[in-house]
């Protein structure tokens, strides 16, 4: 799965030859006539990839599924994991996505598993799609099969506390030696060069059986993957068969200002933003300076925030009002403590057109702004919180409208 080179396409075919010899039972097969390419997983690797080039990999080639790597280890973040996801999902694909596990540890990977679910939310992964742990990394040759299945079912327990489901993915020759991994679940690479005639690891989830897959419109290989149940293409809406409706004219729309501002840590408070704008005037906060404390206010109908702090670990409670005086009920926050997450909503008025709030943030260890998050968060494909926990949030944009600006 992931590409590093040819020698994993060798490896494989080797270590499913020897498996063969010594007589292990793990793969079951029956007669067919070619493998299915269902499922096709995608990374940085394949570059930007169009919704016309998942169109013509459904329409021309059968798939239903991608899978689309987000992370690895505890701090690589593919960079066209949000493309991916947006683009499938217009051309009418169920989306998955896999992170590669570097853990070797039970903590790692829980603390590997945070950060996928997390990274998956931002990019727009939705509630029921499957996160996959990719386990097939030197680490993991390192510790006993005990241990690799500890870590495997720490990581899919966090998995499933985010509403995602679990799975793991990994190579044939690991099955029984490095890992467990039960019938009924699994997606097991095995590279066979001819898959006419026969179909492997039915009792599986899925058989990834190429990694040299041709798509006429896309550049470079793609490994290709059989499924053999329904869950990479559970738990979600595809819309191949669904026509977006047209929005409706707004009957009643109020416009609606917010004005907020941050506390600097350590320091005093930065002037009021209304709105949001280009330039250090758009913005509450101040680029590389943490903040303890978040004033916000609307104008029309009513707005609730809070904050996580990375010192006490948790959200704090919500507030409902707006007064830089009163550091209890006025502001969220703690004087002190550093914020790394912002979550806002917004709630119109009886009888007018729906709005929300509208926000996104920078952190001191970056120099672009996170995804766009929204009140219904992933729901509607946004964020459903601001902020990289770990990392002071430094910048923050609000507005309240029926469709975001940004």
């Not at 030859?17 to 070619?34: D, K, N, P, Q």
């Not at 394949?46 to 919704?51: H, K, V």
């Not at 005093?268 to 330039?279: L, R």
């Amino acid at each position: 799965m992931k590409k590093l080179n040819r020698l994993k396409w060798v490896v494989a075919i080797a270590a499913a030859f020897f498996v063969g010899l010594i007589g292990v039972t793990s793969i079951s097969s029956s007669s067919v006539e070619a493998a299915r390419i269902d499922m096709v997983d995608v990374s940085n690797h394949n570059g930007y990839m169009t919704t016309a080039e998942y169109i013509n990999m459904r329409n021309n080639y059968g798939v239903k599924a991608i899978s689309t790597k987000i992370t690895e280890g505890q701090s690589y973040v593919d960079p066209y994991a949000k493309s991916n996801i947006a683009n499938a999902q217009a051309a009418g694909l169920y989306i998955n996505a896999y992170h590669f596990a570097r853990y070797y540890t039970k903590a790692q990977a829980i603390a590997e598993a945070n950060f996928a679910c997390q990274q998956a939310q931002k990019a727009g992964l939705p509630v029921g799609a499957v996160l996959t742990a990719d386990v097939e990394a030197p680490e993991q040759t390192y510790v006993s099969k005990y241990q690799n299945n500890i870590d495997n079912a720490a990581f899919e327990a966090v998995v499933k506390s985010y509403g995602y489901r679990p799975d793991v993915y990994t190579m044939a020759s690991w099955i029984g030696v490095r890992m467990d991994i039960a019938t009924g679940s699994g997606w097991i690479a095995n590279y066979v060069g001819n898959a006419t005639g026969k179909r492997y690891y039915s009792s599986n989830h899925g058989w990834q059986w190429r990694s040299d897959q041709h798509f006429s419109t896309s550049y470079g290989d793609f490994d290709a993957s059989q499924l053999y149940d329904d869950y990479y293409t559970a738990g979600q809406n595809s819309n191949n068969n669904v026509k977006p409706n047209k929005p409706s004219k707004p009957t009643n729309k109020k416009s609606v200002d917010v004005t907020y501002a941050f506390h600097q840590k350590g320091g005093s408070w930065y002037s009021n933003v209304k709105n949001f704008g280009s330039g250090n005037n758009g913005y509450a906060g101040a680029p590389y300076h943490a903040n303890d404390l978040l004033y916000l206010k609307v104008n029309h109908g009513t707005i609730k925030y809070r904050v996580h702090t990375i010192e006490d670990g948790c959200w704090l409670p919500w507030i409902k009002k707006a007064n830089k005086n009163d550091t209890v009920n006025g502001v969220a926050g703690i004087k002190g403590h550093t914020i790394d997450g912002v979550q806002i909503v917004y709630t119109t008025p009886k009888g007018e057109t729906y709005q929300q709030a509208y926000y996104r943030s920078q952190t001191t260890q970056r120099a672009n702004y996170l995804g766009t998050c929204a009140d219904n968060g992933t729901v509607a494909g946004y964020d459903s919180w601001a902020g990289m926990l770990g990392e002071p949030l430094d910048r923050l944009q609000i507005h309240i409208n029926n469709h975001s600006k940004y």
